[in-house]
């Protein structure tokens, strides 16, 4: 009898616990579903489709198969977004994430006045991309901008002045400069936080076989900062192909296309042309990119995690 | 002899001398990089004559407060560019996503970290795969959603609202996992005890739970503080007028008028940032440590 009773308490009990989970999950559940597993699964339906964003009567919405997606292999426009945002990975991942890493190493030391330092150099991540390209517009500015005017004076009037934001192969490397400038502290904790990860004992057992600070870096500092390094270069990765407050605020994605970007595009598409559909196939090859870069990371973690187990 | 002895100790003290001097003359260099932008963004805003700003720029004159000084443009973006709306706009959308979203992103997690319930297992499972479906791959159908739904008063669209800028940002599968990574680790004593003395589970995480999660709740309330302030493309497709507009969206219209008031653009480009560098000075360490925290995501 007793025996039963407390059975009877522990599943009511358990049944209480379970409706209180389900109770506090809801509000995030139901949110979730609604403004993120919902569109995202209208995006792939309305990929298909042709789409606008205001229903117009004489182009009543149609499914068109793969059309949309056929119609961006043949899109110069698409491809020249494409290229930029891999344009911009493979300069800005290597050149922002040694850059970071760099910054890391040299406030890593217990030297005076570090604090100031780490602080200053922190500081852009916290300013907003909007104001940020604004600033440097100015900086940019064609005639006499303080960045021509900076490079004029250090090659002796040699070299300038240029036309930073108007000039197709100058627009872009003027905006990874400027995105570097302001995400590289955001990498630089990170690897900060990795590097005070490293046991000094690693340091101080090499120090006393007579390594030397090349050696040191090599076989301790990058072997150890593996999984911070694939994080860092991931999330700047997917970072790039999300590029669009810069180019949106500076050039909206001209001149001539020049600096035009996949995110960019999918808006103009769908906000300025009006075509949803032809802009959700667009969102949907960006989130296949997303999806793949993210799937290497995680395979590329865990080899290291076994590397470790076995 | 001794001259010898003592030499190789010299040249060490004096070469460590030239690294030491070495090494705060490239972090003064760095400091310089990061620094130029902003130092010569507030001292242009003080600048009252629009042609001056441009003619500074040319030479060192850019960073020195000189010529007709004065809070003229600050005014101006107040009175003419309807700044104070705007602001109070950015504040109480952050705000706003920032509470419900704590609320919201740590309930979930207590429950999948600390409660038994079945489909717990596949709940978290799915909440970690959602972290990978980025903002930008639903904005687009989102905004066909937001179009058509109704809200309390007959309206029958989101568009020109606050709420269409807070409701999609409240839960986010990111804050859900540092959460539920928080709230495994606390040990669960405390909470085990309180049971037995038949406090209600709503209880144990109210009175236990959230008031040790200091740490976590800086750390997410931080990073989508940051994320609401700056937000651009979502409110860019959503607000037309000033109305309900947030500061990001405000001066890149102003941005886009012409001629280009550079004078006017850099005071509003420092009232946009000032406010964030002060709370960043304040809680300088807590802010590092919520990036920080996010590199663990690997």
């Known amino acids: ?310 | 002899m001794p001259k010898e002895k003592t030499s190789p100790v010299i040249t060490y003290l004096v070469r460590k001398r030239i690294k030491t001097g070495l090494k705060y003359a490239l972090l003064i260099l760095l400091a310089v990089f990061f620094l130029f932008p902003v130092v010569f963004m507030i001292i242009s805003s003080i600048k009252e004559n629009e042609l001056q700003v441009i003619m500074d720029m040319s030479s060192l004159r850019a960073f020195i407060p000189v010529g007709q000084l004065g809070v003229q443009n600050y005014s101006d973006v107040f009175t003419s560019l309807n700044f104070g709306q705007q602001f109070y706009n950015s504040l109480l959308i952050m705000i706003l996503t920032v509470l419900a979203g704590l609320l919201v992103n740590s309930m979930i997690a207590y429950a999948l970290a600390r409660l038994r319930f079945r489909g717990q297992n596949i709940l978290l499972s799915i909440i970690i795969a959602l972290i990978i479906i980025p903002f930008e791959a639903v904005a687009i159908p989102l905004l066909l959603i937001v179009n058509k739904l109704p809200w309390f008063g007959g309206a029958t669209t989101w568009l020109d609202t606050y709420h269409v800028q807070i409701f999609p940002f409240i839960a986010d599968a990111f804050s859900i996992f540092l959460f539920y990574q928080f709230f495994v680790n606390i040990p669960k004593d405390l909470e085990e005890a309180a049971l037995i003395d038949g406090a209600s589970l709503f209880g144990i995480y109210w009175k236990i739970v959230i008031p040790l999660s200091r740490p976590i709740i800086a750390t997410v309330a931080i990073l989508q503080s940051l994320n609401s302030w700056n937000r651009f493309m979502w409110p860019l497709m959503v607000t037309r007028g000033e109305d309900v507009r947030p500061l990001t969206v405000g001066i890149q219209a102003f941005f886009g008028q012409s001629p280009r008031l550079w004078g006017d653009l850099m005071a509003f480009a420092s009232m946009i940032t000032i406010p964030v560098l002060i709370v960043f000075l304040l809680f300088q360490k807590w802010f590092v440590r919520s990036v920080a925290s996010t590199g663990i995501k690997g």
Do not use: C
């Open chain 1, 1 to 310: 009898m007793a025996v039963q009773k407390e059975l009877i308490t522990i599943s009511t009990h358990r049944q209480k616990e379970s409706v209180l989970a389900w109770l506090f999950s809801a509000p995030a559940i139901i949110l979730l579903f609604l403004f993120l597993i919902v569109p995202f699964l209208l995006a792939i339906g309305m990929s298909l489709t042709n789409m606008r964003l205001i229903p117009n009567p004489n182009v009543p919405t149609q499914f068109v198969g793969l059309q949309n997606y056929l119609r961006l292999f043949s899109d110069d426009v698409f491809k020249k977004a494409l290229i930029n945002n891999f344009y911009f990975v493979i300069v800005v991942v290597p050149l922002q994430t040694s850059f970071a890493l760099g910054l890391a190493m040299l406030i890593n030391e217990e030297i005076k006045g570090i604090n100031f330092f780490r602080t200053i150099y922190f500081s852009p991540v916290v300013t907003s991309m909007t104001v940020v390209s604004i600033v440097w517009t100015l900086l940019y500015n064609p005639g006499e901008g303080l960045i021509n005017a900076f490079i004029q004076a250090i090659s002796f009037g040699r070299l300038g002045p240029y036309n930073w934001l108007t000039n197709t192969k100058l627009v872009f490397p003027a905006i990874m400069l400027m995105s570097i400038w302001q995400g590289v502290g955001f990498q630089m904790v990170i690897f900060l936080a990795g590097l005070q990860e490293i046991p000094s004992s690693l340091y101080e057992a090499a120090e006393v076989d007579g390594a030397n600070g090349w050696q040191k870096f090599f076989n301790i500092t990058l072997p150890q900062l593996r999984n911070t390094m694939i994080f860092v270069v991931i999330s700047t990765t997917i970072l790039a192909f999300k590029l669009f407050d810069q180019v949106k605020v500076m050039t909206n994605g001209g001149p001539s296309n020049a600096s035009m970007t996949t995110m960019l595009y999918a808006v103009e598409t769908a906000w300025g042309r009006l075509r949803a559909g032809y802009a959700s196939a667009i969102t949907v090859i960006f989130f296949i990119i997303v999806l793949a870069i993210s799937i290497a990371q995680r395979f590329l973690t865990k080899e290291k995690g076994n590397g470790i187990n076995a």
